[in-house]
């Protein structure tokens, strides 16, 4: 596939090939996450998205594609810590246990009434990507739904 290899050449990481799975470089930095048969969300650091579409644009040439830059509407919440996996067993509606939700995962849930795309990078850190609309919402029920396991905010 055109978009595979165009990705390989620009971030050294492939397409994700199952549905609900995510693909990341070794440090964590690029990563792309399966959301349809012909749709996939990458995330790439803060200010990198123009250089990564324009690349990717260039090593795609005449095929047909879209690749569209959605950073300006998203937000993306990391959570670490030992009461993660607690913290989000009463935020989302998904099984977030480690045999159901391994690590290299990535679904779109429902995370207290909004709609977000839940992921979960590596054995100590999760992922929520959710409209900018619902950020400041999201932040805020974290803060509420973590304040019995201690929850620390850094930005």
């Known amino acids: 596939m055109a978009l595979d290899k165009a990705l390989r050449a620009t971030l050294g990481i492939s397409l994700p090939s199952q549905p609900l799975s995510l693909t990341q470089d070794a440090s964590g930095t690029y990563s792309a996450q399966w959301l349809s048969p012909d749709e ?7 200010g990198e998205a123009w250089r990564v579409e324009s690349q990717l644009r260039a090593e795609m040439g005449g095929e047909h594609y879209a690749i569209t830059d959605v950073s ?12 993660v996996r607690l913290l989000l067993q009463k935020s989302v509606i998904c099984d ?11 679904v779109v ?16 850190r999760w992922q929520l990507v959710v409209r900018r609309s619902f950020a400041d919402y999201s932040y805020r029920w974290l803060l509420d739904a973590g304040a019995e ?6 930005l």
């Open 40 to 46: 996939w969300l990458l995330i790439v650091p803060p």
């Open 72 to 83: 300006g509407g998203q937000t993306l919440l990391e959570l670490e810590g030992g009461s």
């Open 96 to 106: 977030v246990h480690p045999h159901a939700f391994p690590v290299g995962k990535g």
């Open 109 to 124: 849930t429902c995370f207290a009434r909004a709609s977000v795309n839940l992921r979960r990078p590596d054995e100590a």
């Open 149 to 154: 396991y201690g929850i620390n905010v850094l």
